[in-house]
């Protein structure tokens, strides 16, 4: 099997907003963050633990990127209760509370100012 890696990729409307909101709600801490033209983000990488995730502004060229508050992601953590905790005290809109799932995974979901998706959980698929 050959070492291949998905990051995933967010466009905002407001991705200045989005790098901070996301840093105060779920503990996402930026590596890098490039600047665009007119005051817009032409790409960021915000990490979490080992994890990474991509970001920029919307904008009207693209073809590839899903439009703002279309994309969901679900990231592993050890403690889904302080990360909930965290989300809630930044106003995050928690869509699925913490529960306990049958799969043997504690989780919850919730949904950033511009309407994408984020579960954080216990689950972790290479574990089964």
Known sequence: MSDQTIFPAFRYRDARTAIDWLG???G????IV???ENGTVAHA?????NAMVMLGSAR???GYAPPPGGSASYIVVDDPDAVHERARAAGAEIVRELVDTDYGSREFSARD???NHWSFGT???WAS
């Not at 996402?28 to 590596?31: I, N, T, Y």
């Not at 990488?45 to 633990?49: A, I």
């Open 45 to 49: 990488e915000l990490v979490l633990g």
């Open 113 to 115: 100012p511009e309407g």
């Open 24 to 26: 105060r709600a779920f």
């Open 34 to 36: 490039v600047d665009g």
């Open 60 to 62: 009207d060229t693209d």
């Open 123 to 125: 689950y972790q698929p």
């Open 28 to 31: 996402f801490e930026p590596r």
